[in-house]
């Protein structure tokens, strides 16, 4: 197999039928989270690692989210502080609703450099 097929998206399956225990055995035997992953792992004899991609992102962006973070903070200390009062509750919408306008902004943003 070349090196370049293995990074390809997998676009065949392969559908069996199982009684319920095989399957509970299956699950059972299986290392990790994914049937799948630890099927082809043991049927191929290969070892398959994801890969995760770093990605470079502007120190602006993150202050930016890291901005908006810290706005959440804000409202979930005030909402457990002073509980959830109908005037309360309507603040806490308002801002909830900047932050939302903050992030399609931040959104655009994004996108326009990337």
Known sequence: MCHKEIHKKRLKSVKIRLYHFE????????VGNELAVW??????????SKRNAVIDVDPKLLRQISGVGNNLNQIARLANAEGM??????EIISVLNDIKAELEVIKKQHKNVS
Request: with cysteine.
């Open 39 to 48: 099927m082809r792992e043991t049927c191929l004899g290969k070892k398959y």
């Open 85 to 90: 009062s109908a005037l309360n509750s309507i």
């Open 23 to 30: 399957l509970e055995e299956l699950n059972r035997r299986k």
